[in-house]
């Protein structure tokens, strides 16, 4: 879903994207706040690994 949000945001040219919960909005999501969201988990499922 991440990932999705991401090629939306890339493909549209809008900056941000809403983030709603049961039909309220409940904050917005920008390229970068993904990007910093998919290195932090890519960081730690190699943490895991190594462990």
């Known amino acids: 879903m991440v990932e999705n ?3 939306r945001i890339q493909e549209s040219g ?3 994207l ?3 919960h049961a039909g309220q909005l409940v ?3 920008t390229a970068e706040n993904i ?3 998919l ?3 890519s960081a730690l499922k190699r943490a ?3 462990s």
Do not use: D
């Open 5 to 7: 949000a991401l090629m």
């Open 14 to 16: 809008v900056p941000a």
């Open 18 to 20: 809403p983030v709603t």
């Open 27 to 29: 904050g917005i999501v």
């Open 35 to 37: 990007t910093e969201y």
């Open 39 to 41: 290195m932090i988990r």
């Open 48 to 50: 895991a690994l190594t």
